[in-house]
């Protein structure tokens, strides 16, 4: 990953609460920014103090001042990240593409934490060879 300098060595990061959190029923922070086309997912509340890491060019783990990561980010989502991931975007289309508003908010409260789950399990081997 040329020209991205880390502050910190990736072995340094504690990835454990965010590996705990797509195991958990704790509740995670789904945000979708669509301007920058990217997803968040935290399992801490987002106005947390985090530092962004790339893993590679367009997902990253947000971690804490203890190092612990408690979130991740992927850039270019809905460009290129769900076409890669097909049943990541069955659920995200079908749940986040509706035109009802009431139907978007229920059924987006319903599935963000199978969206954020899936998203972590889909970023761990990242995180195993960053």
């Known amino acids: 990953m040329a020209g991205i300098e880390r502050l910190?060595?990736?072995?340094?990061?504690?990835?454990?609460?965010?590996?705990?959190?797509?195991?958990?029923?704790e509740p995670v922070f789904l945000h979708y920014d669509d301007g920058f086309d990217a997803l968040?997912?935290?399992?801490v509340p987002p106005t947390t103090d985090t530092t962004v890491h790339y893993?590679?060019?367009?997902?990253?783990?947000l971690y804490d001042q203890r190092l612990k990561v408690v979130g991740?980010?992927?850039e270019d989502?809905?460009?290129r990240f769900l076409p890669e991931h097909k049943d990541l975007k069955r659920v995200w289309d079908r749940s986040y593409n509706?035109?009802?508003?009431?139907?978007?908010?229920?059924?987006a409260d319903r599935v963000k934490p199978q969206v954020a789950k899936e998203l972590i399990r889909l970023a761990e081997p990242m995180m195993e060879a960053a």
């Open 55 to 61: 893993l590679t060019d367009q997902v990253a783990v």
């Open 77 to 79: 989502f809905v460009a």
């Open 98 to 107: 509706s035109k009802d508003v009431g139907e978007l908010v229920s059924t």
């Open 72 to 74: 991740i980010q992927v």
């Open 40 to 43: 968040i997912v935290m399992s």
């Open 8 to 25: 910190v060595e990736t072995a340094k990061l504690d990835f454990g609460p965010l590996e705990r959190s797509a195991t958990s029923d």
